[in-house]
């Protein structure tokens, strides 16, 4: 079964600052994605970045940009400029890439961030 | 935003009570999942149904059901409630799509279950 862990359960970072939020996960399969979600104080699950497994270059949005290593099965994300909006708990997540299948997202336990002014 | 709806947006019964939670999802969506958020539990996928299909199922409760209707929205239906299952119930949607494409989930605002 895949597992998905954040050690991590709460981070800061000062307004403007750089912060990287850390996830490893377990799986015996090779195609895959990966993602970080956000869900501000709303409870809205909002996607900020997904990765392909197979793709070897490392996705960015924005300020929002991840570090995937495969072999290592670690998936950082690093936001930059941190903003007081981007207080919220992040969750990482797995998915098989099965359309029309069973697509299920397994999370982890998720990480505050808090922003300080 | 996501254009899944969930109703209620808040729910609060008694142990022993059952409750039948809605979600609608996006137009043109086929897949709908159900997650719990609990405190102790974190987010954990329920169950998954394809185009009123049950799909797969994941740590859903004997005591928890649920269905996908022809107009595809789905019910989540929980009962004999216990104090535990007090959580934030989502639903996500996601469109079909081809082999090699990825369907990525859209999450609704969830209901919020305070079982007393």
């Known amino acids: 079964a895949q597992t998905v862990t954040q050690s991590q359960p709460e981070m800061s970072v000062q307004e403007a600052e750089t912060v990287t939020l850390s996830c490893t996960y377990d799986?015996?399969?090779?195609?895959?994605?990966l993602f970080w979600y956000k869900q501000p104080p709303s409870r809205q699950m909002i996607l900020v970045i997904r990765q392909e497994a197979y793709k070897q270059q490392n996705a960015t949005e924005n300020r929002f940009s991840v570090n995937f290593q495969k072999a290592a099965k670690s998936f950082s994300l690093k936001i930059s400029d941190s903003q007081l909006g981007d207080a919220a708990m992040y969750f990482c997540?797995?998915?098989?890439?099965?359309?029309?299948?069973?697509?299920?997202?397994?999370f982890g336990k998720g990480i505050t961030l808090s922003v300080r002014p | 935003d996501s254009g899944v709806t969930q109703t209620p947006k808040h729910l609060i019964t008694a142990t022993g009570q059952r409750v039948t939670l809605r979600c609608s999802p996006r137009s043109g969506d086929l897949s709908v999942y159900w997650y719990q958020q609990s405190l102790d539990q974190g987010l954990q996928f329920l169950i998954h149904?394809?185009?009123?299909?049950?799909?797969a199922k994941g740590n859903i409760l004997e005591r928890f059901s649920a269905q996908q209707f022809p107009d595809l929205h789905s019910e989540l239906n929980l009962s004999s409630l216990e104090l535990g299952d007090s959580a934030l119930y989502f639903c996500?949607?996601?469109?079909?799509?081809?082999?090699?494409?990825?369907?990525?989930?859209?999450f609704g605002p969830g209901t919020r279950l305070t079982v007393l």
């Open positions: 997540a797995y998915s098989l890439p099965t359309p029309g299948a069973n697509s299920k997202l397994t």
């Open positions: 149904y394809y185009n009123g299909e049950e799909r």
């Open positions: 996500a949607s996601s469109k079909p799509g081809g082999a090699d494409s990825y369907n990525e989930q859209f």
């Open positions: 799986t015996s399969e090779s195609d895959y994605y």
